[in-house]
């Protein structure tokens, strides 16, 4: 049975840090793409950032680039997303997803998904 489990959420003010994990049961992360999306209240959910199985390639969001960092730890079986320099705009529920999606900025393509992390960052 596949598990993903975030970690890490919680409130912040403008411009401090978090980092999230995703620890992944059931599934290999290095042989599937690991993405990170989120939604906020009213508003669709979103493309944050992904690794890929193909030779780790990763893919960031634009309104992340410079800001969030994705990476993998094959022994862990985890995912990290380090947020910098966060913006009140970023508050959501953040959710990690894994997966062999043929396009990894779209969810609907990734196979499983965890619970979800709240992040709260206040101005």
């Known amino acids: 049975q596949v598990q993903l489990v975030e970690s890490g959420g919680g409130s912040v003010q403008a411009g401090g840090s978090l980092r999230l994990s995703c620890a992944a049961s059931?599934?290999?992360?290095?042989?599937?793409?690991v993405g990170w999306f989120r939604q906020a209240p009213e508003k669709e959910r979103e493309f944050v950032a992904a690794?890929?199985?193909?030779?780790?390639?990763?893919y960031y969001s634009d309104f992340v680039k410079g800001r969030f960092t994705i990476s993998r730890d094959n022994a862990r079986n985890t995912v990290y997303l380090q947020m910098n320099s966060l913006k009140p705009e970023d508050t959501a529920v953040y959710y990690c997803?894994?997966?062999?999606?043929?396009?990894?900025?779209?969810?609907?393509?990734?196979?499983?998904w965890g619970q979800g992390t709240q992040v709260t960052v206040s101005s």
């Open positions: 997803a894994a997966g062999q999606p043929g396009i990894v900025r779209l969810g609907s393509q990734y196979r499983y």
């Open positions: 690794v890929s199985w193909i030779g780790g390639r990763i």
């Open positions: 059931g599934l290999t992360v290095s042989s599937n793409a």
